[in-house]
T-cell receptor, first 115, second 110 residues
Framework: NAGVMQNPRHLVRRRGQEARLRCSPM?????VYWYRQLPEEGLKFMVY????????ESGMPKERFSAEFPKEGPSILRIQQVVRGDSAAYFC?????????????FGQGTRLTVV | GQNIDQPTEMTATEGAIVQINCTYQTSGFNGLFWYQQHAGEAPTFLSYNVLDGLEEKGRFSSFLSRSKGYSYLLLKELQMKDSASYLCAVNAGNNRKLIWGLGTSLAVNP
């Protein structure tokens, strides 16, 4: 039973390019959460998705960032026209249910570097 | 505002006991999580408290006092592999919009 899989593990993009980060939740999990961890800062919530629905995107910047979790396939976090400040580790977590005490499992993260 | 405070760094000796404190001020409260994160790795779940009191799970225990906005993580019989960052996170809303502390970096020395 594979855990949460994120790819790529490391991604380098030039300013202005697009970054696509993928997250495959654990088998049987239909709830996905994206977090960003900037250097020397704590994890910050970005977006909470269920299959084909965005439940809460209040932590995601209004411009350039988008997320989806289609019926088939992984969840995608897309960052358009990346800037240096987007350099961070992006973690995805998944859970079986949306209950507040439901354990969420994290992926290894994607480390985005914008040069 | 929303705020989670933890000590930045702690040091302890192998075999000893260490307590990592976390205080929080949030607009709401629907539970507090502790996660362990080794450098460059994913956070892994340790505990969840929503009611006051102590939850024990093997070598790790977590305590919560909602009236004081306070929690601690207690690690017993420390091992070298326990050297990691310990993250306190509060669920302040109705979903998993967790508010995270900056983490406490624990160094376990022989």
């Amino acid at each position: 039973n594979a855990g949460v899989m994120q790819n790529p593990r490391h991604l380098v993009r030039r300013r202005g390019q697009e970054a696509r980060l993928r997250c495959s939740p654990m088998k049987g999990h239909s709830h996905v959460y994206w977090y960003r961890q900037l250097p020397e800062e704590g994890l910050k919530f970005m977006v909470y998705l269920q299959k084909e629905n965005i439940i809460d995107e209040s932590g995601m910047p209004k411009e350039r960032f988008s997320a989806e979790f289609p019926k088939e396939g992984p969840s995608i976090l897309r960052i358009q026209q990346v800037v240096r400040g987007d350099s961070a580790a992006y973690f995805c977590a998944s859970s079986q249910g949306g209950g507040l005490n439901t354990e969420a499992f994290f992926g290894q993260g994607t480390r985005l570097t914008v040069v | 505002g929303q705020n989670i405070d933890q000590p930045t760094e702690m040091t302890a000796t192998e075999g000893a006991i260490v307590q990592i404190n976390c205080t929080y001020q949030t607009s709401g409260f629907n539970g507090l999580f502790w996660y362990q994160q080794h450098a460059g790795e994913a956070p892994t779940f340790l505990s969840y408290n929503v009611l006051d009191g102590l939850e024990e799970k093997g070598r790790f225990s977590s305590f919560l006092s909602r009236s004081k906005g306070y929690s601690y993580l207690l690690l017993k019989e420390l091992q070298m592999k326990d050297s990691a960052s310990y993250l306190c996170a509060v669920n302040a809303g109705n979903n998993r919009k967790l508010i995270w502390g900056l983490g406490t970096s624990l160094a376990v020395n022989p």
